[in-house]
């Protein structure tokens, strides 16, 4: 079965940039979304088409995909952003997520 | 504004089938870009998805629970339901539901998750 990886946790300074990975097989030929997901709540989608931000999310963050390695940065990281982050990728019959990543912001 | 509302038991004793209910307002279960899903998030851990189906009655299924699973629609009262059989401690978890885009495959809209409970 398909499977995405990613690391179990990134750590980053207020103002600095975040890079959050997500490897798979030729994972560059699928759509991947990226969701941040705080503690109680539902997650919420940041990064869909691998690039693209939905209404409402801030330009910081952005998103890449390529060969087998798809990225979510996080560029000027705020406190705010301290959460969980899901990679996930879709085929026409079936979604798979990534373990997640923990955003420690410190 | 699309809004998705979970609904069902949150305790179920082992062995008997998880059932819950993700009730669908602000938008057409019927509109056919979009395909309706389950997820779950253990206690403390990741995302896993369950299951999808398209208002026309297609499914699929992780393989992983495919054995137990089942999704079905109800256009009518615009909503779709979950069913987990024989279920286990393990099946323990907070259960979304949410919409997703074909073509895409991103989940754009969530509901609030549900805890269901299966004492061990």
């Known amino acids: 079965s398909y499977e995405l990886t990613q690391p179990p946790s990134v750590s980053v300074s207020p103002g600095q940039t975040a890079s959050i990975t997500c490897s798979g097989d030729k994972l560059g030929d699928k759509y991947v979304c990226w969701y941040q997901q705080k503690p109680g709540q539902s997650p919420v989608l940041v990064i869909y088409e691998d690039t693209k931000r939905p209404s409402g999310i801030p330009e910081r963050f952005s998103g890449s995909n390529s060969g087998n390695i798809t990225t979510l940065t996080i560029s000027g990281t705020q406190v705010m952003d301290e959460a969980d982050y899901y990679c996930?990728?879709?085929?026409?019959?079936?979604?798979?997520f990534g373990g997640g990543t923990k955003l420690a912001v410190l | 504004q699309v809004q998705l509302q979970e609904s069902g038991p949150g305790l179920v004793k082992p062995s008997q089938t998880l059932s819950l209910t993700c009730t669908v307002s602000?938008?057409?279960?019927?509109?056919?870009?979009?395909?309706w899903s389950w997820i779950r998030q253990h206690p403390g851990k990741g995302l896993e998805w369950i299951g999808y189906?398209?208002?026309?009655?297609?499914?699929y299924y992780n393989p992983s629970l495919r054995s137990r699973v089942t999704i079905s629609v109800n256009t009518s009262m615009n909503q779709f339901s979950l069913k987990l059989s024989s279920v286990t401690a393990a099946d323990t978890a907070v259960y979304y539901c949410a919409r997703i885009l074909g073509g895409s495959g991103k989940f754009d809209y969530w509901g609030q998750g549900t805890l269901v409970t299966v004492p061990s």
């Open positions: 602000g938008g057409s279960i019927s509109s056919g870009i979009y395909y």
């Open positions: 996930q990728a879709w085929d026409s019959t079936s979604v798979v």
């Open positions: 189906i398209h208002y026309s009655g297609s499914t």
